[in-house]
């Protein structure tokens, strides 16, 4: 298993300099300040590997750019509306650039609207840590009383409804602002400007888009690009919803086992594969995470190896992101099966032998607490994540064994 770390560039409160001394094998990172649908340029993607390719004191970093996280699938592609056909047309113009420097794992997500959602970035745990949370109750005081969603009351169980309109009452306007500004973070270049009425406008061109419907665009979307993809050597590997169940309204595709065994028959090629994040599927009780590594592996091309606590007993409910050996997920259980399927590709002679993984997100610890890193993605915290990690690799492989 390849030992990788997801990094933001050069504004990153983590520095190259952290990343090597945690002891990672190779980096996670994409072109953030490209927006979703245009062309990766050959001198941007340069670029890029050179900003991480040196210490801070310029002494090279022996660190090279591993993987894609995330060439984004726009809206518009999503959606199959306005220009979308040439936001495929720059995508696989991207491919090919990506494909010419070198890269070869491209992790990408079909969530609509919103890329990730949790109602806390920085709730605290009992030890003085914090992490993120996705609390059902808070989210239904935004959807139902801050957003004001046509239909948003029916879309939760009556007990939910009830207990977001107590909540909502008690509050005052510094914690729905919090509440507000937490959940617009998800949105893809969300910053302060971003108000309810373009939260509106965004749900408002999904009218009309079922899940069915959605699912047919994503089709559309891997037969153009799936064929370059393995006519490059490329692996393309979709995130899952996060987290994977319906939010505000939207169609989700990609929440379950069912949903990517029927992505994977669709467009059966070896280029159309998964990013397994276990801290997304985890937050669903009826997703088996070691059972999905191992039934699904031979197109896993990327793990986000992370935990989540879940704090409610239904499909939709509340978790926080727990320590990676913390959570509902057996971490164990899942290592085990990637170290299995990593055997299974070394005995067929597969190229693709060691997958990538990266310790996902992490709790904000010791210094952390101070540093205000991105959400999720502390120094100190995911470096504790990929210890515990390599412990496990260590355990089950005899790694360092006198």
Known sequence: MRQTWRWFGPKDQVSVDDMLQ???EGVVTALHHVSAGAVWTPEDIAARQRDLAAMKDGSPSGLEWEVVESLPVS???KKQRGDWRAHIANYKSSLRNLAAAGLETICYNFMPVLDWTRTDLAYRLPNGATCMRFDIVDFAVFDIHI??????????PAEISAEAARRFAAMGDA??????????????GAAESFTLEDVRGHLAEYDGISAERLRGNFIDFLEQTAPLAEELGLRMCCHPDDPPFDLLGLPRVMSTEADYSAMMRAVDSPANGITLCSGSLGARPDNDLPGMMDRLGDRV??????????ETRGICGSFYEAEHLGGDTDMVALVGAALAEEARRRRTGRRDISIPFRPDHGQDILDDLGRS????YPAIGRLKGLAELRGIIAALTGAGAA
């Open 75 to 77: 809206e518009a592609i």
């Open 175 to 188: 914690q729905t602002s919090a509440l507000r500004r937490n959940i617009v973070a998800g949105l893809p």
């Open 147 to 156: 957003l004001e969603r046509g239909g948003a009351t029916e879309d939760f």
């Open 301 to 310: 091309h990327f793990l986000h190896l992370r935990n989540v606590r879940r």
């Open 373 to 376: 890193a991105q959400p999720g």
């Open 22 to 24: 945690a002891g990672v």
